[in-house]
């Protein structure tokens, strides 16, 4: 009876064990956000900085899984173009954004926002990302997010991770002349 009972305890040892392994492995893993199959394209559009008097252009394009932002950035005037989607979901459980991109060496940023104001306009937060022609994974930390309004740093509550509404990514880097930025792959990650 008592090995029974010890044979029945260490099966369910191990059953629960293993449970709680697949469980760990399964709460490590990324949430993949973005893939980009060719009818997504037009959830996603374009925002140049002629809202403000600029004259940068920029464009957007999902070919064979890979979303392709490019165009020219003026920066008398205004000085940025992105390329953005309304997207709603809850990124409390992860640490930052993992990207797979590659571009033409230029600075990027991507844009997280979760619907807060200051005053009456909409805060920004974003972090930046240096690009190559390789493809390369890039790893953005949701603590490197700057909160700004209009490009100034506002003093606002950190994000609500719980409740993204859009995603979204910029060039502003202060350079005239031609940009291209392409993304394989857009998914939420955990530190370990």
């Known amino acids: 009876m008592k090995q029974r009972a010890v044979v029945l305890f260490a099966s369910i040892v191990l059953v629960f064990g293993f449970s709680l392994s697949e469980a760990r492995d399964d709460a490590a893993q990324p949430m993949v956000l973005f893939e980009f199959a060719d009818n997504e394209t037009s959830r996603w559009s374009i925002v140049n900085d002629g809202v403000m008097g600029g004259r940068s252009q920029g464009y957007g394009q999902i070919v064979d ?42 600075r990027f ?48 509550p950190a994000i609500d991770l719980a409740s993204v509404r859009q995603i979204g990514f910029y ?15 857009v998914q939420a990650y955990r530190d370990e």
């Open 109 to 156: 940023e991507v844009e997280i926002n979760d619907a807060q104001r200051y005053r009456w306009r909409p805060v920004s937060r974003r972090v930046g990302f240096e690009t190559t022609e390789d493809w390369r994974t890039v790893r953005v930390p949701f603590s490197g997010l700057r909160s700004t309004v209009f490009g100034r740093s506002v003093s606002v």
């Open 65 to 106: 899984g890979i979303m392709r932002f490019e165009g020219t950035l003026v920066t008398r005037g205004g000085g940025f173009t992105s390329v953005r989607t309304g997207f709603q979901t809850d990124l409390s459980s992860y640490d930052g954004l993992e990207l797979r991109v590659r571009g033409n060496g230029r």
């Open 171 to 185: 060039i502003l880097d202060g350079i005239d002349g031609p940009f291209w930025l392409e993304v394989d792959r």
